[in-house]
């Protein structure tokens, strides 16, 4: 795998964070690859059913592709009939050059680059070197091919003809009708029979042939071949191609028109943006310069997954991505896969968690359970044990980041923010066993959002059994979380008695956790049935109990320091070890699945595994700590041989291959990064300061760009263990103990 040429302080991140590599070197078929602000924004406002009919731009062990085809192979072959630039054509001798499937490449002849604003292939021929650049330009109705033939030998033709195809996908019929085209500017458009939308194809020069592939009154493929003329001397030859999209033929042929006018600009706005982008958001520099990569890596995927279009009820902005087999229906989760993104992203840009925060309760019921979210324009039913928790934890962490108080008191419909969450929290209180003092889940265990109450969601019934019959050892620990963050709510709005109330709740089922969970055969938090006896699952959610609990307010969880231990000793033991981190089930129970895309069976779940690193490092596990966390950053920059541009939902527990059917990108991504900022530099959100305690494995590190209220926060460790916080550019405090409380006000 190729670097970069570009230095991270020339200011332009975007190119230091390209990186190459060969389709022999996959080992994971590379499937669509999509930036969220180019085609996904298209489906939310077109309201195709799935993003990958759009447009699917892979790189199999043949060249360039839609996608991997039904049957080929694991490397990614795939059939002819799927390529998008199928060949390049010496118009003076009629030679030809393939740039896809049907004819297998050579070693070498082909690589492909990866950066934030694009991804270009380069074919290597004897005689010419082809490049083929995807650009997705800024919230556009389409896309760019940016297309460069460099003569390799004296004399060479300067004419070329490109084809370019306008083809369904997966190895279906376009079957498209009211087709049309002009040879001037290379155009055709057509519309879809499907949804009646239009698509249409051009280029910056004017086409030899088109031909519509016409079946009767269907339009099975359409083919158009440009002819390019260069200025010769062994000179390159650049020309743009583009496909555009739109309610009608007419809209999408003007749409085209659009790509067209202008595509260098487009281009140069495109790198502008990701450069001024990647600049601003927080920076992690190590002597590992790989790790700082993939750190910058999870914000450029984090970006490509937004979708800043509205949909439905869904403004713009706080709707991202999940993977290429999507429905366009978007899916909000306040406290679970979006909110960890903005977690995070409140020490960049803290609008749309304040966005999200007042999104999900206005536009959802008012009393009883907190809502999950939508699925498109249906609110979901029921809700999972940690979604108040999680929800609460990303308030009360974006009450402190911004200082803005007042979203506790805002009106939602006729009650405050605050009293939803109050009334929510009591709505899940009947959960509570007077027995065992332990939470228990709906007898609807198996339903994603459980609508038989508190759901277990991920929590599947044939691994961990019925919700009425065991009680979930993460679901008391996230409720031991929710009074903790509840506890911290209240005493920042001065209601003292309502704090001291939710802590002695927080303290009560803490309490039950520890006698009725804990096996201390075991050395591992379990299930526990109504008779008394523990389950037989042992996997993430043990894990989650004692070192997580509520992964927004606090990375902390609910085991003491010796259980903690013991915890961080099963990470490296045989049944959970791995290459790629801890696998969220102990490889001897009977229902392990290394490939499983369930968060608790096997694999790794960017939502459950990612957050094992912070919780160690809140513990006070620092060697195993650090060991989860280069697992995790490895993984991530890996993906099996498809670098740091493809971050996946679930990974093959043994190969770290992201598992096909939960492909890119995450838009939990940026949780992994907790594990540095929360585990590493120990940033904690306090009443009255923002805490550091820096333990870290480097000799020296800088966490740069964090914004803090009207503050930008560098926090630098030092080669000789000095610990220096840089406020606004100026240097703010000094530590020899890696320790700093810094007062809210020093960012006022």
Same mark, same amino acid.
């Given at each position: 795998?190729?670097?970069?040429?570009?230095?991270?302080?020339?200011?332009?991140?975007?190119?230091?964070?390209?990186?190459?590599?060969?389709?022999?070197?996959?080992?994971?078929?590379?499937?669509?690859?999509?930036?969220?602000?180019?085609?996904?924004?298209?489906?939310?406002?077109?309201?195709r059913p799935c993003v990958h009919q759009v447009i699917c731009f892979g790189f199999g062990a043949d060249g360039l592709c839609y996608a991997p085809s039904p049957g080929g192979s694991k490397g990614g072959s795939v059939g002819a009939e799927e390529h998008l630039v199928p060949a390049i054509y010496d118009?003076?001798?009629?030679?030809?050059?393939?740039?896809?499937?049907?004819?297998?490449?050579?070693?070498?002849?082909?690589t492909v680059t990866f950066r934030p604003d694009r991804q270009t292939w380069r074919y290597t021929f004897d005689d010419i070197v082809v490049e083929v650049s995807l650009i997705l330009p800024r919230v556009q109705p389409g896309y760019l091919f940016k297309v460069q033939i460099?003569?390799?030998?004296?004399?060479?033709?300067?004419?070329?003809?490109?084809?370019?195809?306008?083809?369904?996908?997966?190895?279906?019929?376009?079957?498209?009708?009211?087709?049309?085209?002009?040879?001037?500017?290379?155009?055709?458009?057509?519309?879809?029979?499907?949804?009646?939308?239009g698509e249409a194809i051009g280029a910056t020069a004017d086409a030899q042939v088109v031909n519509l592939g016409l079946d009767a009154q269907l339009a099975n493929d359409i083919m158009v071949k440009s002819l390019v003329e260069g200025a010769g001397n062994g000179q390159a030859t650049q020309v743009y191609l583009a496909r555009a999209f739109g309610n009608t033929p007419q809209e999408a042929k003007e749409n085209l028109a659009k790509l067209l006018d202008s595509p260098e600009q487009l281009e140069r706005e495109s790198v502008d943006w990701w450069n001024q982008y990647l600049n601003e958001v927080p920076h992690l520099d190590t002597p590992d310069e790989s790790f700082s990569k993939n750190f910058l890596w999870s914000w450029a995927n984090f970006r490509m997954n937004r979708i800043d279009l509205p949909r439905g009820k869904v403004p713009a902005g706080l709707f991202y991505s999940n993977n290429v087999d999507l429905k366009v229906k978007p899916m909000i989760c306040g406290g679970g896969d979006q909110g960890a993104g903005e977690a995070i992203q409140l020490l960049h840009d803290a609008n749309p968690a304040h966005e999200l925060l007042l999104f999900l309760l206005r536009e959802t019921r008012k009393q009883g359970i907190l809502s999950?979210?939508?699925?498109?324009?249906?609110?979901?039913?029921?809700?999972?044990?940690?979604?108040?928790?999680?929800?609460?934890?990303?308030?009360?962490?974006?009450?402190?980041?911004?200082?803005?108080?007042k979203l506790l008191h805002e009106d939602i419909g006729g009650i405050t923010f605050l009293e939803r969450l109050e009334g929510a929290l009591e709505a899940q209180l009947p959960y509570q066993d007077e027995e065992t003092g332990l939470f228990w889940t709906g007898d609807d265990v198996t339903a994603c959002y459980g609508a038989g109450g508190l759901g277990g969601g991920e929590g599947m019934n044939s691994i961990r059994g019925q919700g009425s019959e065991v009680f979930f050892c993460n679901h008391s620990s996230a409720m031991y979380g929710t009074?903790?963050? /509840?506890?911290?709510?209240?005493? %920042?709005?001065? !209601?003292?008695?309502?704090?001291? =109330? #939710? +802590?002695?709740?927080?303290?009560?089922?803490?309490?039950?956790?520890?006698?009725?969970?804990?096996?201390?055969?075991?050395?591992?938090?379990?299930?526990?049935?109504?008779?008394?006896?523990?389950?037989?699952?042992?996997?993430?959610?043990?894990?989650?109990?004692?070192?997580?609990?509520?992964?927004?307010?606090?990375?902390?969880?609910?085991?003491?320091?010796?259980?903690?231990e013991k915890l961080a000793a099963w990470c490296s033991h045989p049944d959970f070890v791995s290459d790629f981190g801890m696998v969220s089930l102990a490889r001897s129970n009977p229902y392990y699945e290394p490939d499983s895309y369930k968060g608790f069976a096997g694999g790794?779940?960017?939502?459950?595994?990612?957050?094992?690193?912070?919780?160690?490092?809140?513990?006070?596990?620092?060697?195993?700590?650090?060991?989860?966390? /280069?697992?995790?950053?490895?993984? %991530?920059?890996? !993906?099996?041989?498809?670098?740091? =541009? #493809? +971050?996946?939902?679930?990974?093959?527990?043994?190969?770290?291959?992201?598992?096909?059917?939960?492909?890119?990108n995450y838009p939990c991504i940026l949780s992994a990064l907790t594990s540095v900022i929360e585990g590493v530099f120990g940033l904690r959100w306090t009443k009255d300061a923002l805490t550091v305690y820096v333990n870290s494995p480097w000799p020296w590190v800088k966490l740069s760009n964090l914004r803090i209220r009207k503050s930008l926060l560098d926090l630098e460790l030092t080669a000789d263990g000095t610990l220096i916080?840089?406020?606004?550019?100026?240097?703010t405090a000094r530590s020899d103990d890696g320790k700093f409380v810094l007062p809210w006000e020093l960012f006022d």
């Open positions: 795998m190729g670097s970069a040429k570009q230095p991270m302080n020339s200011g332009k991140p975007n190119d230091w964070l390209g990186y190459d590599i060969a389709p022999g070197e996959l080992t994971t078929p590379l499937r669509p690859a999509m930036w969220g602000n180019g085609q996904l924004e298209l489906m939310a406002e077109l309201g118009a003076d001798t009629g030679k030809k050059y393939f740039l896809s499937a049907g004819v297998p490449l050579a070693e070498g002849q082909a460099e003569p390799q030998v004296a004399g060479q033709s300067r004419k070329w003809i490109i084809c370019h195809e306008l083809r369904g996908f997966h190895g279906n019929w376009l079957q498209a009708t009211e087709a049309e085209y002009q040879l001037a500017g290379s155009r055709a458009w057509c519309k879809s029979p499907k949804n009646g939308h999950p979210g939508f699925w498109g324009d249906d609110e979901l039913p029921g809700g999972k044990t940690q979604l108040l928790g999680s929800f609460s934890g990303l308030a009360y962490k974006y009450v402190l980041t911004t200082g803005d108080l009074f903790l963050v /509840f506890a911290d709510i209240e005493e %920042l709005v001065g !209601n003292d008695e309502k704090s001291l =109330r #939710y +802590r002695r709740m927080a303290e009560d089922v803490h309490k039950a956790i520890q006698t009725h969970l804990w096996n201390e055969e075991l050395g591992f938090f379990c299930d526990l049935r109504r008779d008394g006896s523990f389950t037989d699952y042992q996997g993430i959610s043990g894990f989650w109990t004692g070192l997580v609990a509520n992964q927004f307010y606090r990375p902390g969880g609910a085991a003491t320091p010796e259980q903690a790794f779940d960017m939502h459950w595994t990612n957050q094992v690193p912070a919780g160690l490092y809140a513990h006070g596990c620092y060697e195993e700590a650090d060991r989860q966390m /280069f697992k995790l950053f490895r993984r %991530l920059g890996e !993906n099996a041989g498809l670098g740091p =541009r #493809y +971050r996946g939902e679930c990974y093959h527990a043994d190969t770290g291959e992201i598992l096909p059917w939960r492909f890119p916080a840089i406020v606004n550019g100026t240097e």
